[in-house]
């Protein structure tokens, strides 16, 4: 009895800032493992999703935005983003239809001359344009670059996710299972939880704070005998005022963040959560090449 075929690969989700790379992973993998912001530079690492079924796997890997970097912490984020490029099967190059064809995207196309993989153009919030726009924007797009296939999706409502997968699985190469069916993430509990309480800053003080923060798990225990799990996390920021902010009025921001964020991390853990949150400022921390190691960034990684 002959072994039936399996088929996985790596899948390298890349585009501008805000096209909705978090959202489209989310969607696919059917649980919350990137964070989602209405501002750029969400994603800061590499994230992998895991996709599972009978005869096929996909470890898809959210990147950050290309965009031009302004400081170390951009550079490794850059860095890291293009070099995907070479360790992956096929590339999901994602645009925004709202916003249209920009400058980044003709970076990117560049970028994408140099790879020999598979790029297939994925046209993300169709649901928010007219058909025709869409038209002229896939023939301006298909005068730059000879894209292996063209998706429209809408990954917000998820109108064609699952043909843009059955898409992908076309082109995946036979190789082995590379993790449980049922796990959807490499990363391990600590990064999801600290990258969830990111988002909700993110999520509450909009314009007021910027990308300059940063989350560290301090401590993370379940008590002897008990069912809750304690949670100790610092947020780091650049400013005394930023600090200011995110604390709140009486403690009143920082209170929100710590409920929004348990509510996400019970659901993640399947477990009671107690939540304690501390906020420190720590001066340019993101061009300090020592603060960078120590929230997580490793410059051999990139």
């Known amino acids: 009895m002959t072994k039936e075929k399996y088929n996985s690969g790596f899948v390298s989700i890349i585009g501008r800032p805000n096209v909705g790379k978090s959202t ?6 059917g649980q919350k493992i990137a964070i989602m912001s209405d501002k750029p530079q969400t994603t800061r690492n590499k994230i992998q999703g895991v996709y599972t079924e009978d005869h096929a796997q996909i470890i898809f890997i959210d990147t950050p935005g290309i ?5 170390k912490l951009g550079d490794f984020m850059m860095k890291m983003a293009q070099n995907t490029l070479k360790e992956v099967d096929i590339v999901l190059f ?4 709202e916003e249209g064809f920009g400058r980044g995207d003709e970076f990117i196309i560049e970028k994408l001359k140099s790879t020999t993989q598979p790029v297939f153009l994925i046209l993300n919030k169709i649901d928010q344009v007219h058909p025709d726009k869409l038209l ?12 292996a296939e063209i998706v429209p999706i809408s990954a917000l409502q998820g109108n064609n996710v699952e043909t843009l997968v059955e898409q992908i699985k076309k082109y995946l190469p036979e190789g082995p299972q590379y993790y449980p069916e049922n796990q959807v ?12 309480i990111r988002e909700k800053v993110l999520h509450l003080t909009r314009e007021e704070i910027p990308h300059s923060i940063a989350v560290v798990m301090d401590s993370m ?4 005998g008990g069912e809750t799990i304690f949670i100790s996390a610092t ?24 409920q929004r964020a348990r509510h996400d991390i019970e659901a993640l853990l399947g477990s009671k959560v107690f939540l304690e949150l501390w ?4 001066k340019d921390w993101r061009n300090r090449l020592s603060n960078l190691r120590d929230y997580g960034f490793r410059e051999d990684e990139y």
Do not use: C, W
């Open 235 to 258: 947020v780091i920021v650049e400013r005394s005022s930023q600090k200011g902010i995110i604390i709140g009025k009486q403690g009143s921001m920082l209170k929100e963040v710590g």
């Open 67 to 71: 965009h031009k970097p302004k400081h």
């Open 279 to 282: 906020v420190k400022v720590q």
């Open 185 to 196: 993430t490499d990363h391990p509990e600590r990064f999801i939880i600290t990258e969830l």
């Open 94 to 97: 994602m645009v925004n239809v």
């Open 24 to 29: 489209f992973l989310n969607r696919v993998i």
């Open 221 to 224: 225990e379940k008590k002897e």
């Open 136 to 147: 002229s924007m896939i023939e301006q797009y298909k005068a730059l670059y000879s894209f």
